[in-house]
């Protein structure tokens, strides 16, 4: 199974959350995980692969340039159905509680669900979704650092562990459709 999973990072905590996803991708037997910062990610790529994950800092409540920009360039495999039917599953990080994880990660669906694909969220049955995620993905909160000099607020073990999770979830669902997952 080959998982697409493309970031945008600002001061490495998307980064970081991207990492531990692809970690849970990797676990899973079979299955590689391809991961790019959007910077690199070519978005011709996708139509190799089985599942897609993007994520980015939550800004407002929406996606980040970066990544909106990246996913403004879907128009073609949008117009030739090329997504169709592939998985897919969105995270994001966020400086403040209540600052709109919930929203940036709909707002992350929504250009999946344009493309015709099929969203892959976070169950309950997942021991740290239920202080520290949401079911659209995974979202976390990094608070702000108190100065630009000061080392970032990376996520913990727990917050990492939910982005294990989701990859690990993504890669067996793709191949439990794929017929080439573990059984």
């Known amino acids: 199974m080959n998982i ?5 990072s600002e001061d ?7 990492k531990a996803i ?12 391809y991961l790019y910062h959007v910077d690199q990610a070519d978005v011709h790529d996708l139509e190799r692969m089985d599942a897609i994950i993007w994520g980015c800092p939550g800004h407002f409540g929406s996606i980040s340039a970066g990544l909106k920009t990246w996913i403004d360039k879907l128009g073609y495999l949008w117009a030739h159905g090329k997504l ?13 509680e209540h600052g ?15 493309q015709g694909m099929i969203i892959v969220g976070l169950p309950a049955t997942v021991p740290e979704n239920v202080l520290y995620g949401s079911y659209y993905g995974v979202g976390i909160t990094c608070r702000l ?6 080392s970032p607020n990376l996520p913990n073990d727990d917050e990492l562990a939910l982005g294990k999770a989701l990859g690990e979830r993504v890669a067996r669902l793709a191949g439990k459709m794929t017929g080439r997952g573990v059984r």
Do not use: W
């Open 12 to 18: 490495g905590h998307t980064e970081a959350l991207a």
């Open 100 to 114: 709109g994880i919930e929203a940036t990660m709909l707002n992350l669906i929504t250009p999946m669900l344009h």
């Open 84 to 96: 169709v039917d592939k998985l897919g599953a969105v995270f994001c990080t966020i400086a403040t």
């Open 145 to 150: 650092e108190e100065s630009p000099d000061d």
């Open 22 to 33: 692809a970690q849970g991708v990797r676990d899973v037997q079979g299955a590689h995980a």
């Open 4 to 8: 697409y999973i493309v970031y945008d």
